[in-house]
């Protein structure tokens, strides 16, 4: 699975590259919004706003293209398919 370039902006939509200490506290606050949650958060990761449709070798395509990596996109929803 891809994700763009880091987490933060996938999970909180923040161009920002924070520090680990922010990322840990980021990381802890997401975990607690979904926990037990667990159809919630493959509505949240299966957003069309970054989660790229098609298969997985489409969405590699397609992230690898231009400056999609950079952007907010995922393909981790395939997971769940």
């Known amino acids: 699975m891809i994700n763009s370039c880091n987490l933060d902006h996938l999970l909180f939509n923040e161009l920002k590259n924070h520090s680990n200490d922010e990322k840990e ?15 919630e958060f493959i509505v949240f990761i299966s957003d069309e706003t ?5 298969t997985y070798r489409e969405t590699w395509k397609f ?5 999609h990596s950079v952007k907010r996109h995922t393909n981790i929803q395939l997971i769940f398919k």
Do not use: L, Q
């Open 50 to 54: 970054y989660a790229v449709p098609g």
């Open 63 to 67: 992230i690898e293209k231009n400056d």
């Open 25 to 39: 506290e980021m990381a802890d606050e997401f975990a607690g919004r979904y926990e037990g949650k667990a159809e």
